[in-house]
């Protein structure tokens, strides 16, 4: 049963405009949420996280947002460029040292120039 | 500053053989985690290590082996290669919240 769900296998979207990710939960008890990024051929490299304790978390171009009732997060990407076209994972634990992270499936992000 | 660095990046087997997966990392990490991904899905964790000398199972198990001798050494064993074992395997360790990954193996069984 998965845990950590991400709907959309892709996601198409012109340069400069807003790029939408999402991502569901059940497990009430994660509490802290990881979002990385993969490019062909390469590893996934952390992007941005999120504490159970907060709604919102922004880093320059990318902001992630967090609704616990719903159990839903997603990551905005705005002004879409380019270099954002990879996989996108989100990821969540329970608590910010726990030992493991559960993965979701991926989204496949086109950014269109 | 070289993170997690994984070899080989390639590798294919025959049904049965065996073979080690290196992972090594130089930030003193403590956690390292090995994590499978098969197309289209999303990363299983194989096996993790909080620590030198200590290791456990994750979501996926069977069919492998790991060791921590070391802080920096992680390695992953196959002990008799099947095609369910054909997937892109990524070694990553972890401290605080962020995880680092290394640049993967893909390792086919045929």
């Known amino acids: 049963d998965q845990q950590v769900k991400q709907n959309s296998p892709s996601l198409s979207v012109q340069e400069g405009r807003i790029s939408i990710l999402n991502c569901d939960y059940t497990n009430s008890m994660f509490d802290y949420f990881l979002w990385y990024k993969k490019y062909p051929a390469e590893g996934p490299t952390f992007l941005i996280s999120i504490s159970s304790i907060k709604d919102k978390n922004e880093d320059g171009r990318f902001t992630v947002f967090l609704n616990k009732s719903a159990k839903h997060l997603s990551l905005h990407i705005v002004p879409s460029q380019p270099g954002d076209s990879a996989v996108y994972f989100c990821?969540?634990?329970?608590?910010?040292?726990?030992?493991?992270?559960?993965f979701g499936k991926g989204t496949k992000l086109s950014v269109i120039p | 500053n070289a993170g997690v660095t994984q070899t080989p990046k390639f590798r294919i087997l025959k049904i049965g053989q065996s073979m080690t997966l290196q992972c090594t990392q130089d930030?003193?990490?403590?956690?390292m985690y090995w994590y499978r991904q098969d197309p289209g899905m999303g990363l299983k964790l194989i096996y993790y290590?909080?620590?030198?000398?200590?290791?456990d199972k994750g979501e996926v198990p069977n069919g492998y082996n790991v060791s921590r001798s070391t802080t920096e050494d992680f390695p992953l064993r196959l002990e008799l290669a099947a095609p369910s074992q054909t997937s892109v395997y990524f070694c990553?360790?972890?401290?605080?919240?962020?995880?680092?990954f290394g640049q993967g193996t893909r390792l086919t069984v045929v």
């Open positions: 990553a360790s972890r401290i605080d919240t962020e995880a680092f």
């Open positions: 990821a969540a634990s329970y608590g910010a040292g726990s030992y493991q992270l559960t």
């Open positions: 930030m003193n990490h403590n956690y």
């Open positions: 290590s909080v620590g030198a000398g200590i290791t």
